[in-house]
């Protein structure tokens, strides 16, 4: 199922004959074990030989290897160097600090530092709200981490975490000119987190919770909530919610269904399922049935946590038990949180006519988005080389724009819903088709729309 794809990029640098055909043996060895050719480019011209640089994608890093090991057998040719671009990217790391203000003279000195600073800081110790207006609290945000929960890679603590850190903070800058700092905490005690984003709290407008496992975050982001006077948002949590929120208003739409007659299977009760069933929730389905690992949840199941027996108590009308297949018979919506290929055609077609399905386990969906579409009216993935990609970008930059522009102190239901639909009308009718439901996360539209409607919700 995987295609070559820029995440697994490389450049080598090849010494070959200059003979006529050397370009053309060069990419077909590439194209012959199924890298794709991006970029071929002469670097030296000799009488006796040729250095080119060839870029292509691959699928893996096995599959990198493959591509050198097809180059090098060529006769005459020799691997000079192999360069992984993603590596080459992120090299002395991916985001910096810039001064705004011009420093040249004595005269910014004095004013940007000492003497001048320190009538700043006495007008700020006299009004603490000042620090909004005057310091970098008002466009600032910190991505707090504990590393537990690393994409879908596991618990492999806060050094590793920080390249996703340094990635979301140059998203928050790109997609919604919000100043974003890694906070990458060597602990996974959750009295120590709390305590360590409490004490830094006094620099930043917000708090975004991200990659810390379940169901340790549930209690983080709520504690802190209490105690903090700045919006926390975990966006594993919620802004999934928001953008499958919006991305099923629009798959309705196209179906022609209503959301107070769907039954909505939601497969994964962890970080991302949770918040998604409380979120819709809140938009009145018809019923909603949630899936883990152990099944069906319903009430009579034994050992739940807190999260568990509150989606026991809040879904499942019937109280349905049996596993993700049961669930799936008369079904309207499927949403897939939880692992890879869990099911087939097969059970799509036992789901209700004009079926949706979001199958966002990433990297591998619960069900191949192709055979998915065998008896599904409309899919989703969390992956970007097919249609309908639902990804969190669409949501959290505009989410923490508006809160900023706000200098909102929380963030509540009513937010995440007006998100979600200005996610949702950026994709107006003339477009609206079972292929394009959410719009692109490159559509400069989105993040202003999401953060005017935040702000709005955040002021009414
Ligand atoms: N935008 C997106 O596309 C997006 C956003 C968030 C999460 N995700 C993906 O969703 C998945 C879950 O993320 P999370 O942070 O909620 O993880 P999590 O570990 O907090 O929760 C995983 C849940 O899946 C359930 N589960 C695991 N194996 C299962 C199985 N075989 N059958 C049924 N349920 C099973 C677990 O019981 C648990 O409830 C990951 O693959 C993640 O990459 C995608």
Redesign the pocket.
Known sequence: MPVPGPGYSITVRVEAPPSASAAGDLTSAVGRVGGVITAFDVVESHSDRVVVDITCNAMSANHARDITDAIEALPGVAVRKVSDRTFLMHLGGKIEVTAKVALRNRDDLSRAYTPGVARICQAIAENPDDARRLTIKRNTVAVVTDGS?V??LGNLGPAAALPVMEGKAALFKKFAGVDAWPVCLDTQDTEEIIRAVELIAPVYGGINLEDI??PR?FEIEARLREKLDIPVFHD?QH??AI??VAALRNALRVVGKDMADCKIVV????????AIIRLLLQRGPADVVA????GIVNRDRRNMDANLAWVAQNTNRDNQTGR?HDALVGADVFI?????N?FGAAQVATMAKGAVVFA????DPEIDPVEAHQHAAVVA??RSDYPN????VLAFPGVFRGLLDAQAKTITDAMLLAAADAIADTVDGDRLNPSFIVPSVFDAAVAPAVADAVRKAAQA
Do not use: Y
């Open positions: 929960a994409l879908g496992a379940a975050c594993d802004g999934t953008c499958v497969c994964g009760v962890g970080a991302a399922g949770s899936v883990d690992i152990d993700l897939g949180v939880s692992a890879p869990l966002l386990a990433n990297p993935t969390g990609q639902i990804n969190n």
